[in-house]
């Protein structure tokens, strides 16, 4: 995980859903890396709650899309993370196919990618 001092820290994060205690059994593909502010400057959020928690833990292990298959709010910035990464093993996925930026707010269904839509 990025942290303020630009390092990266393994951090230990609590799933809380079951779908997300199953993915982190799965090995870590990536570092979470913050969305950048207008100067450059990854934009650290505070983890506070189960969604935090689960988001995290889905964008560390998950599936990234390609730029072309970005869901909307993740195309438009939105969320705090830099790429948007999906669930593409569990059955059903983890906010019905939502990302890791969608389920941060708690509203995948917000998500284009999620099913719920
Ligand atoms: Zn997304
Ligand atoms: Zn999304």
Redesign the pocket.
Known sequence: MEDLDGQHHRIIVEPQSKIAKAIATLPIERTVMWRRDSNGYPVIKDIVSAANRDAIILHSRGSE?AEND??????SD??PFL????DQNSSPPMGYG?????IWGAHPDR???SKFN
């Open positions: 899309l970005a869901c909307i709010r993740c195309v939105m969320g790429g948007c990464v999906a939502a990302c890791s930026n969608c998500c284009s990618l």
